[in-house]
């Protein structure tokens, strides 16, 4: 069970807004420590989608957004499109246990 | 641009070690502002963080496998390696090693994996 709890599973249709949230507690998310969000296609590395909470790479597209409040983030989509279709993972660190960790992953699906 | 590759034994038995070395290509990992780390990913599940090395020597190791782990670096090469010792089929995964970047000025333990390496497979089995 991951210490960063994210939904299994999302889907929306092509132009649609999805989101995917990503749940912590006041040892990791709620103690300060920042949120980064990784994408990962079938068979590849997963590439760093939003670090920092709500800051994206070059060559990030600016209809990808990151929010962080409380104990929980968020990785928000707009106008969906086809190659959106991943496995999207949330990522922080865990100051009870003294170890970066990852979120369990959510799948998203373009319908 | 930099890039990150993963090498070694794809098939290992239990109880044996599993090693593994990343090599970077087109940089150093001699950088003040980098740390160096390895992740696993079993078949079909999530992302585990396992250890992560700065060159001069600072090692943090996941509690859940710190008695099994070993992580050294060869500057001279480019290369910091992985060892896992008493493996069991628990630990058939995707072995990626990736760079640990942020902000110099804000601690480390804020950083994210930056830069990735394609990863390999390792199978543990008889």
């Known amino acids: 069970q991951s210490v960063l709890t994210q939904p299994p599973s999302v889907s929306g249709a092509p132009g649609q807004r999805v989101t995917i949230s990503c749940t912590g507690s006041?040892?990791?998310?709620?103690?300060?420590?920042?949120v980064h969000w990784y994408k990962q296609l079938p068979g590849t590395a997963p590439k760093v989608l939003i670090c920092g909470n709500d800051n994206r790479p070059s060559g990030v597209p600016d209809r990808v957004s990151g929010s962080k409040s409380a104990t929980s983030a968020s990785l928000a989509i707009t106008g969906l499109q086809a190659e959106d279709e991943a496995d999207y993972y949330c990522?922080?660190?865990?100051?009870?246990?003294?170890?970066?960790?990852f979120g369990g992953g959510t799948k998203l699906t373009v319908l | 641009q930099l890039q990150l590759q993963e090498s070694g034994p794809g098939l290992v038995k239990p109880s044996e070690t599993l090693s593994l070395t990343c090599t970077v290509s087109d940089g150093s990992i001699s950088s003040s502002t980098n740390y160096w780390g390895w992740i696993r990913q079993p078949p079909g599940e999530g992302l585990e963080w396992i250890v992560t090395?700065?060159?001069?020597?600072?090692?943090y190791y996941n509690p859940s496998l710190k008695s099994r782990v070993t992580i050294s670096a060869d500057t001279s090469k480019s290369q910091f390696s992985l060892k896992l010792t008493s493996v069991t089929a628990a630990d058939t995964a995707v072995y990626y090693c990736?760079?640990?970047?942020?902000?110099?000025?804000?601690?480390?333990?804020?950083?994210?994996?930056?830069?990735w390496g394609r990863g390999t497979l390792v199978t543990v089995s008889s």
């Open positions: 006041s040892s990791n998310i709620g103690a300060g420590y920042d």
């Open positions: 990736a760079r640990q970047s942020g902000p110099p000025t804000i601690a480390a333990r804020h950083w994210y994996f930056d830069l």
């Open positions: 090395l700065h060159y001069t020597g600072t090692t």
């Open positions: 990522q922080s660190y865990d100051s009870s246990l003294s170890l970066w960790v």
